[in-house]
T-cell receptor
Framework: AQSVTQLGSHVSVSEGALVLLRCNYSSSVPPYLFWYVQYPNQGLQLLLKYTTGATLVKGINGFEAEFKKSETSFHLTKPSAHMSDAAEYFCAVLTDSWGKLQFGAGTQVVVTP | DVKVTQSSRYLVKRTGEKVFLECVQDMDHENMFWYRQDPGLGLRLIYFSYDVKMKEKGDIPEGYSVSREKKERFSLILESASTNQTSMYLC???????????????FGEGSWLTVV
C-alpha cells in the first residue's frame, strides 16, 4: 500500500524567506507524486507533479520539488515566500492508473511580514 | 477552462436528514471521486467511479452512497446524516489512464457540510 507523510502540520515563514515543506512517501512501485495547494474556502489547485524523467520539477507560483528515490522524499521549496503563499499544502501519491490519490495530512503555511 | 462544479458550497442539515451533494464536470472525464477533508487527516477517499453506473468503495465508505447515472455527474448521498459527518467534501475528476497519459486530476471548490 502506498502512503504519504508530511512532516510538520504548521509552518511559519517570514516574507522573503525560504519555504520548505517536507513530504516522504512509501510505495512499492515507481511513484507518481503531486503537490496541491488549498487557499481558504477553496478547492485544491495543482502546484506540480512528478511522473517520470527529470527529478527536479518546477511548478506554478515559483514552487519546485525534487524527487529523491533514495530518500523516498518529494520536498516542496520556494526560494522567497510571499504573503500570498499562505495556504494549506498537500502532498499526494497516485495509487492507481486512473486518478486515485493518497494524501498526506497537509501543512498549513503562515507567512509573517 | 476545465471545471468541476459542486453546486452546494455551504449546507446545514439536521441529524437524520438525507443529504445529496452534487458534482458535475464538463471535461468528459471517465473517472470521478469523492473525498472528505478533515483537519489533521488530509483528504480521504469515500467513493469513486470509473464509468457510468459504476461505483467502488474507497477508504471510508460507511454512512455514504453514490450515484452516477450520467457521465458528467457524480452524487454523494448521506442516507441519514450524523454529526460526525460534518466536514468538507471535495469532488475530483480525471480522464482515463492518468498514469500513461500524464493527465491532471481536477478538484471542485468543495462543499462545507454541517450536521446539527
Amino acid at each position: 500500500a502506498q502512503s504519504v507523510t508530511q512532516l510538520g502540520s504548521h509552518v511559519s515563514v517570514s516574507e522573503g524567506a525560504l519555504v520548505l515543506l517536507r513530504c516522504n512517501y512509501s510505495s512499492s512501485v515507481p511513484p507518481y507524486l503531486f503537490w496541491y495547494v488549498q487557499y481558504p474556502n477553496q478547492g485544491l489547485q495543482l502546484l506540480l507533479k512528478y511522473t517520470t524523467g527529470a527529478t527536479l520539477v518546477k511548478g506554478i507560483n515559483g514552487f519546485e520539488a525534487e524527487f529523491k528515490k533514495s530518500e523516498t522524499s518529494f520536498h516542496l521549496t520556494k526560494p522567497s515566500a510571499h504573503m500570498s503563499d499562505a495556504a494549506e499544502y498537500f502532498c499526494a501519491v497516485l495509487t492507481d492508473s486512473w486518478g486515485k490519490l493518497q494524501f498526506g495530512a497537509g501543512t498549513q503555511v503562515v507567512v509573517t511580514p | 477552462d476545465v471545471k468541476v462544479t459542486q453546486s452546494s458550497r455551504y449546507l446545514v442539515k439536521r441529524t437524520g436528514e438525507k443529504v445529496f451533494l452534487e458534482c458535475v464536470q464538463d471535461m468528459d472525464h471517465e473517472n470521478m471521486f469523492w473525498y472528505r477533508q478533515d483537519p489533521g487527516l488530509g483528504l480521504r477517499l469515500i467513493y469513486f467511479s470509473y464509468d457510468v453506473k459504476m461505483k467502488e468503495k474507497g477508504d471510508i465508505p460507511e454512512g455514504y452512497s453514490v450515484s452516477r447515472e450520467k457521465k458528467e455527474r457524480f452524487s454523494l448521498i448521506l442516507e441519514s446524516a450524523s454529526t460526525n459527518q460534518t466536514s468538507m467534501y471535495l469532488c475530483a475528476s480525471s480522464s482515463d489512464r492518468v498514469k500513461s497519459s500524464g493527465n491532471t486530476i481536477y478538484f471542485g471548490e468543495g462543499s462545507w457540510l454541517t450536521v446539527v
